[in-house]
């Protein structure tokens, strides 16, 4: 497959090296990547196998996502903007990638939302679509605002096939940084996390507490808060290590060693530090996602005391969930002294054996795999559409194009997804026929649906389940037909003393079942059709005009969302070889912007086939032009 990665980051090299990395996995399973970076140029990054794209750089200053700059000294401007766009396009034109993943956004980088959203108009505009996953690290920044979360969500759940975490739910779900909806839920993949740190060999530990704290002035505090502690034991204690960046200045370094004792060794970082860590009886370190890599890495029991300055969540939340799942000890750094720090490191030997930090790091392997299934389903499903077309194609050839119709379950009362069926039925000019069930239908509904031509059907009585226990739920049997009967026709009159003329006298069942008994006497209610699910057993049913819906886009026994894509165009493909009407069914109180967005594709192109004609339900029915009083 050919994949393109769009990553920018904007302060250190973290997200770069993790999609770098991610695209090594997939040059090394033999696929083709083009990573596409936006932020400075790493000289010294690994991107070996990699097709390098680099954008017109940006980056941020003190922490502040809020305002980008350019590498003249100058603020992003609409014609830096610009710039990167039409780069990031030209990446895509080129690759023409099976699969586009975007680091971070649309969870981030909002700052460059207009870059990613043409990437992704992009890829949405190619006929053979290629699959959309988000990337994103075990932490994302809390979003400051509900609406933030709300907007992501709905951008993945319309436009995206996934979310790879590059994280370990058991140890830190993404739920501890980031608001996770129903409709983002089932997209989430996680993948563990992504690193290039293999197991280090176990062996015996020693007695030796190793503090580390990254490579610059931040870990300053914890130092020093170490040597403090290396005292407290006297000559009973045990020995301490403190590992210091080279990022710190001489005199804070001078400083910290000028508190060595026979107990504490004061050192610049070392190459070897892994093997310290495996040896150590006790880590203490901030809690960055490097760090939880070293330790799951050496299985070593943990101390964490998270980076915590100006309005930083990151290491916190993961350090919390670490700690909550019994992986490490957390320290606040607002609690940080000398004397809790001992009551730490004295804790943390008493995490299990081997437990320590360890979380899953299969993150590279898993990404690679979880990109490769996406893909195929991408390709799977173009290739359906391309089978939808030639069937069209066929019917539009023999000159009889396939007759379908639309429609829609449990209208009951006016909400913003009748609003939305509403509207897409008048922008594709499809017929529409509502199943509503008269005991529940609203003279609110009644009030809406005025000068609106959706047919009304009957939708059973109140749509209430009376299967017997262990049974598959319907509305229309399991009790005497004698009281289900008189309750039909009563339900059709209440619906033409609602809707007038637009009641049809046409039977939906709830959960398209009833009782085969009660089929015989439909006639005598004045009901003259009869629509369930599947292909008919004929035209004709004891006096009703049988027509069946065909096409039902949900996951009704697996979340509820979209249904495998490729497999549902595949039956409709086969369906429209039918001597019968083509049924699509839609149930717009639970669609998801998934199911709304290939609803929206799926009417869009039939509609404009000429190997397709969509009919409205009186014709369907071989209805006479009603007699009734017009709706109210």
Same mark, same amino acid.
């Given at each position: 497959?050919?994949?393109?990665?769009?990553?920018?980051?904007?302060?250190?090299?973290?997200?770069?090296?993790?999609?770098?990395?991610?695209?090594?996995?997939?040059?090394?399973?033999?696929?083709?990547?083009?990573?596409?970076?936006?932020?400075?140029?790493?000289?010294?990054?690994?991107?070996?196998?990699?097709?390098?794209?680099?954008?017109?750089?940006?980056?941020?200053?003190?922490?502040?996502?809020?305002?980008?700059?350019?590498?003249?000294?100058?603020?992003?401007?609409?014609?830096?903007?610009?710039?990167?766009?039409?780069?990031?396009?030209?990446?895509?034109?080129?690759?023409?990638?099976?699969?586009?993943?975007?680091?971070?956004?649309?969870?981030?980088?909002?700052?460059?939302?207009?870059?990613?959203?043409?990437?992704?108009?992009?890829?949405?505009?190619?006929?053979?679509?290629?699959?959309?996953?988000?990337?994103?690290?075990?932490?994302?920044?809390?979003?400051?605002?509900?609406?933030?979360?709300?907007?992501?969500?709905?951008?993945?759940?319309?436009?995206?096939?996934?979310?790879?975490?590059?994280?370990?739910?058991?140890?830190?779900?993404?739920?501890?940084?980031?608001?996770?909806?129903?409709?983002?839920?089932?997209?989430?993949?996680?993948?563990?996390?992504?690193?290039?740190?293999?197991?280090?060999?176990?062996?015996?530990?020693?007695?030796?507490? +190793? $503090?580390?704290?990254?490579?610059?002035?931040?870990?300053?505090? #914890?130092? %020093? !808060? /170490? @040597?403090?502690? &290396?005292?407290? *034991?006297?000559?009973?204690?045990?020995?301490?290590?403190?590992?210091?960046?080279?990022?710190?200045?001489?005199?804070?370094?001078?400083?910290?060693?000028?508190?060595?004792?026979?107990?504490? +060794? $004061?050192?610049?970082?070392?190459?070897?530090?892994?093997?310290? #860590?495996? %040896? !150590? /009886? @006790?880590?203490? &370190?901030?809690? *960055?996602?490097?760090?939880?890599?070293?330790?799951?890495?050496?299985?070593?029991?943990?101390?964490?005391?998270?980076?915590?300055?100006?309005?930083?969540?990151?290491?916190?939340?993961?350090?919390?969930?670490?700690?909550?799942?019994?992986?490490?000890?957390?320290?606040?750094?607002?609690?940080?002294?000398?004397?809790?720090?001992?009551?730490?490191?004295?804790?943390?030997?008493?995490?299990?054996?081997?437990?320590?930090?360890?979380?899953?790091?299969?993150?590279?392997?898993?990404?690679?795999?979880?990109?490769?299934?996406?893909?195929?389903?991408?390709?799977?499903?173009?290739?359906?559409?391309?089978?939808?077309?030639?069937?069209?194609?066929?019917?539009?050839?023999?000159?009889?194009?396939?007759?379908?119709?639309?429609?829609?379950?449990?209208?009951?009362?006016?909400?913003?997804?009748?609003?939305?069926?509403?509207?897409?039925?008048?922008?594709?000019?499809?017929?529409?026929?509502?199943?509503?069930?008269?005991?529940?239908?609203?003279?609110?509904?009644?009030?809406?649906?005025?000068?609106?031509?959706?047919?009304?059907?009957?939708?059973?009585?109140?749509?209430?389940?009376?299967?017997?226990?262990?049974?598959?739920?319907?509305?229309?049997?399991?009790?005497?037909?004698?009281?289900?009967?008189?309750?039909?026709?009563?339900?059709?009159?209440?619906?033409?003393?609602?809707?007038?003329?637009?009641?049809?006298?046409?039977?939906?069942?709830?959960?398209?079942?009833?009782?085969?008994?009660?089929?015989?006497?439909?006639?005598?209610?004045?009901?003259?059709?009869?629509?369930?699910?599947?292909?008919?057993?004929?035209?004709?049913?004891?006096?009703?005009?049988?027509?069946?819906?065909?096409?039902?886009?949900?996951?009704?026994?697996?979340?509820?969302?979209?249904?495998?894509?490729?497999?549902?165009?595949?039956?409709?493909?086969?369906?429209?070889?039918?001597?019968?009407?083509?049924?699509?069914?839609?149930?717009?109180?639970?669609?998801?912007?998934?199911?709304?967005?290939?609803?929206?594709?799926?009417?869009?192109?039939?509609?404009?086939?000429?190997?397709?004609?969509?009919?409205?339900?009186?014709?369907?029915?071989?209805?006479?032009?009603?007699?009734?009083?017009?709706?109210?």
């Amino acid at each position: 497959m050919r994949v393109l990665i769009a990553v920018t980051h904007l302060l250190g090299v973290g997200h770069l090296a993790r999609a770098a990395l991610l695209g090594r996995g997939l040059v090394a399973a033999g696929h083709e990547v083009c990573l596409a970076s936006g932020g400075r140029p790493v000289p010294n990054l690994d991107v070996s196998g990699l097709g390098l794209v680099q954008l017109p750089p940006v980056h941020c200053r003190d922490a502040d996502f809020r305002v980008l700059w350019g590498e003249d000294g100058q603020v992003l401007d609409d014609a830096l903007r610009g710039a990167r766009r039409e780069a990031l396009l030209g990446a895509f034109h080129r690759t023409r990638p099976d699969v586009v993943v975007t680091e971070t956004y649309p969870f981030g980088r909002r700052s460059l939302r207009a870059e990613f959203e043409a990437l992704v108009a992009a890829a949405w505009d190619r006929p053979d679509r290629p699959a959309l996953l988000a990337s994103v690290r075990d932490i994302l920044n809390p979003p400051s605002r509900p609406e933030k979360a709300a907007w992501a969500e709905r951008v993945v759940a319309e436009r995206y096939d996934g979310v790879l975490v590059h994280g370990d739910p058991s140890a830190v779900p993404l739920e501890r940084s980031w608001p996770v909806g129903e409709a983002l839920r089932p997209r989430l993949l996680y993948t563990g996390y992504v690193a290039d740190r293999p197991a280090l060999p176990g062996g015996p530990r020693g007695r030796e507490i +190793v $503090v580390s704290g990254g490579g610059g002035t931040a870990g300053l505090p #914890l130092f %020093r !808060a /170490a @040597v403090a502690a &290396s005292r407290l *034991g006297g000559g009973e204690g045990p020995p301490w290590r403190v590992l210091v960046g080279h990022g710190v200045p001489e005199a804070e370094f001078a400083a910290l060693a000028a508190g060595a004792h026979e107990r504490l +060794v $004061v050192e610049r970082a070392r190459p070897d530090f892994p093997a310290l #860590l495996a %040896r !150590a /009886a @006790v880590s203490v &370190s901030q809690s *960055g996602y490097n760090t939880v890599l070293d330790l799951s890495a050496a299985g070593t029991p943990a101390v964490l005391v998270p980076f915590e300055e100006g309005s930083e969540q990151e290491q916190r939340l993961r350090a919390e969930g670490l700690a909550a799942s019994g992986r490490a000890v957390l320290l606040p750094a607002a609690d940080l002294s000398p004397e809790a720090l001992v009551r730490a490191v004295e804790t943390a030997r008493e995490l299990p054996q081997g437990a320590g930090a360890s979380v899953n790091t299969e993150g590279v392997a898993r990404s690679v795999a979880l990109v490769e299934a996406a893909g195929a389903r991408a390709q799977q499903t173009a290739q359906a559409w391309v089978a939808l077309g030639s069937a069209l194609d066929e019917r539009a050839a023999s000159g009889r194009p396939a007759t379908l119709w639309w429609r829609d379950d449990d209208a009951a009362e006016p909400t913003m997804a009748l609003d939305t069926l509403l509207a897409l039925h008048r922008r594709t000019g499809v017929p529409l026929a509502l199943a509503v069930s008269p005991h529940l239908a609203t003279d609110a509904l009644a009030r809406r649906l005025e000068g609106e031509d959706a047919a009304i059907l009957a939708h059973g009585i109140a749509h209430l389940n009376h299967a017997p226990p262990g049974e598959k739920r319907r509305e229309l049997g399991g009790r005497p037909a004698d009281e289900i009967l008189p309750e039909l026709a009563e339900g059709l009159a209440a619906l033409r003393q609602l809707f007038g003329a637009r009641t049809l006298p046409v039977l939906v069942p709830p959960w398209n079942r009833i009782d085969a008994g009660l089929v015989p006497g439909l006639a005598a209610l004045g009901y003259r059709g009869l629509s369930t699910f599947g292909a008919r057993s004929g035209a004709s049913r004891d006096g009703l005009a049988v027509a069946n819906t065909h096409c039902d886009p949900i996951l009704w026994h697996g979340g509820r969302g979209l249904a495998d894509e490729a497999e549902t165009l595949r039956k409709l493909a086969r369906d429209l070889a039918r001597d019968e009407p083509v049924g699509l069914l839609t149930h717009h109180l639970v669609h998801d912007p998934a199911v709304w967005r290939f609803a929206e594709q799926l009417l869009e192109r039939l509609a404009a086939h000429p190997g397709a004609r969509f009919a409205d339900a009186r014709e369907v029915f071989d209805l006479q032009p009603p007699h009734e009083e017009a709706p109210r």
